[in-house]
T-cell receptor
Framework: DTGVSQDPRHKITKRGQNVTFRCDPI?????LYWYRQTLGQGPEFLTY????????KSRLLSDRFSAERPKGSFSTLEIQRTEQGDSAMYLC???????????????FGPGTRLTVL | AQSVSQHNHHVILSEAASLELGCNYS??????LFWYVQYPGQHLQLLLK??????LVKGIKGFEAEFIKSKFSFNLRKPSVQWSDTAEYFC???????????FGQGTRLTINP
């Protein structure tokens, strides 16, 4: 499978614990995005990487959230001191660079479903 | 701030019926528009996209959408739905120069055989 992959697919944790999710983008896609989706809602943007640089962060990304893409390939999203409100599906997407005036679409992974008890 | 509104939360149709799902956005500048679909148990997949040119855009599986700039709308249509179209449909907007997609809340479509 050459699509976007995410690991784990499901995570159950207790309130206050730290969790880390991994995203492997499509090979050679230099742009990577994290979104969060809660029940009955569409995905909401969290953060964006171009290569290893984190270029945009949403206000939704509180201090307890941190994302990295150390070598410009896979990315991790860590949530510290999880709260019940963090329960959601965390989606990763990647996109190839476009030319001038060209925007390629984002390809989404299957997501990691987080449940905080 | 940008927002996207999908008027129908849940639509139930019989096979062969015609479909139209509404999508309106709020943003005054140039936008790119998308419809994504999520079949049960699967990833979000792109159905179709609009960047410029002909406002009537054709996508996969017989879907099409029309961009009406004056109405800030990008409604999704299909003349004859199939049971396999049962899924959740998301409209999304990207303002020119931005990276993030802004999604609507989604419309759940159920097709009865």
């Amino acid at each position: 499978d050459t699509g976007v992959s995410q690991d784990p697919r499901h995570k159950i944790t207790k309130r206050g614990q730290n969790v880390t999710f991994r995203c492997d983008p499509i090979s050679e896609h230099n742009r990577l995005y994290w979104y969060r989706q809660t029940l009955g809602q569409g995905p909401e943007f969290l953060t964006y990487f171009q290569n290893e640089a984190q270029l945009e962060k949403s206000r939704l990304l509180s201090d307890r959230f941190s994302a990295e893409r150390p070598k410009g390939s896979f990315s991790t999203l860590e949530i510290q001191r999880t709260e019940q409100g963090d329960s959601a599906m965390y989606l990763c997407a990647s996109r190839a660079a476009g030319g001038l005036g060209v925007y390629n679409e984002q390809f989404f992974g299957p997501g990691t479903r987080l449940t905080v008890l | 701030a940008q927002s996207v509104s999908q008027h129908n939360h849940h639509v139930i149709l019989s096979e062969a019926a015609s479909l139209e799902l509404g999508c309106n956005y709020s943003y005054g500048g140039t936008v790119n528009l998308f419809w994504y679909v999520q079949y049960p148990g699967q990833h979000l997949q792109l159905l179709l996209k609009y960047f410029s040119g002909d406002p009537l855009v054709k996508g996969i599986k017989g879907f099409e959408a029309e961009f009406i700039k004056s109405k800030f709308s990008f409604n999704l249509r299909k003349p004859s739905v199939q049971w396999s179209d049962t899924a959740e449909y998301f409209c999304a907007v990207r303002s020119q120069g931005a990276q993030k997609l802004v999604f609507g809340q989604g419309t759940r479509l159920t097709i009865n055989p």
